[in-house]
């Protein structure tokens, strides 16, 4: 919430590929590489899902709006580009067929999906997901881990996610953060993580002989 501006620092300093990011508001924070999605979901429901994926392009479009309401060639030749790469993605996570669907008539799992593309329709340098397995059946937490790891190795994106199910940070993340009532207490290699003392004894507490007695 920080890094896209959601919340306002009360100090310090946040800053990505050199760029100070504090003194910028949220729909600047996308035009600099950084799109992100919400455990909520930040969907348009009564939009389609074509329509969901257009408007997270927005930080992509060059045309003017007046020349965008007057449809002149150049909208409309961006119109269709935007359109071609929305089309791609869902392709890509089996979704195609939706994109004429409204977003409101579609499980709660697929709206995850979608927006997750969403996001990634921008193409951004750095992806902040915001708990996507909150929700999701085990099958669907398995595609959904796909889709993240294939945004990565196709794209070249930088994934930052904040998510409570530790099996899917171990399988995708690099490096893990674990913090514990907002202080930091590991940072590592998933394989340090599973075996840091602080971390055990946060998420599954400290064994009764070595529990303090009053």
Do not use: W
Request: proline share 6%.
């Amino acid at each position: 919430n920080l890094i896209s501006r959601f919340y306002h620092p009360s100090s310090g300093s946040i800053r990505f590929n050199g760029i100070e990011l504090t003194h910028l508001s949220a729909h600047e924070i996308i035009g600099k590489g950084i799109a992100r999605t919400f455990q909520n979901l930040g969907l348009f429901p009564y939009l389609t899902v074509m329509d969901n994926l257009l408007l997270g392009q927005h930080c992509r479009v060059r045309t003017p709006v007046l020349l965008q309401a007057l449809h002149l060639p150049g909208a409309r030749h961006e119109d269709r580009q935007m359109r071609v790469r929305a089309g791609q993605l869902l392709e890509q996570v089996g979704l195609a067929q939706l994109a004429p669907a409204y977003v409101a008539g579609l499980p709660y799992g697929v709206q995850k999906i979608i927006e997750f593309c969403r996001a990634l329709v921008a193409r951004p340098r750095l992806l902040l997901l915001d708990e996507p397995a909150a929700g999701l059946t085990s099958a669907e937490t398995e595609a959904m881990a796909g889709f993240i790891r294939g945004a990565r190795d196709q794209f070249g994106v930088t994934v930052l996610l904040i998510e409570h199910d530790m099996s899917l940070v171990m399988k995708l993340c690099e490096r893990v953060i674990v913090m514990d009532f907002g202080q930091v207490i590991a940072e590592g290699t998933p394989a340090q993580i599973q075996h840091d003392p602080q971390v055990i004894e946060a998420y599954l507490g400290r064994p009764a002989e070595e529990a303090p007695h009053a």
